[in-house]
């Protein structure tokens, strides 16, 4: 279910004239990396656009040190 959403968030972003050139931009916390990864391929291959990922720390991921990554 969440990622359903996940990948509704991500086709809504990318609708628009601008969508063909540039990348649609994905911030989500690092736990979410390997599942994300499954959908942005899925995505890519239906639609042919880019999803340019970037996980996030969480904040009690922060408060440890991690800094997260492109």
Request: charged share 15%; glycine share 8%; aromatic share 2%.
């Amino acid at each position: 279910m969440r990622l359903a959403a996940i990948a509704m968030v991500i086709m809504a972003a990318s609708a628009g004239p601008s969508a063909a050139r540039e990348p649609v931009r994905l911030h989500a916390a690092g736990s979410l990396r390997a599942a994300l990864n499954d959908v942005i391929k899925a995505f890519g291959a239906e639609t042919r656009i880019e999803v340019a990922a970037t996980s996030v720390p969480l904040p009690e991921e922060l408060a440890v040190g991690a800094t997260g990554s492109p």
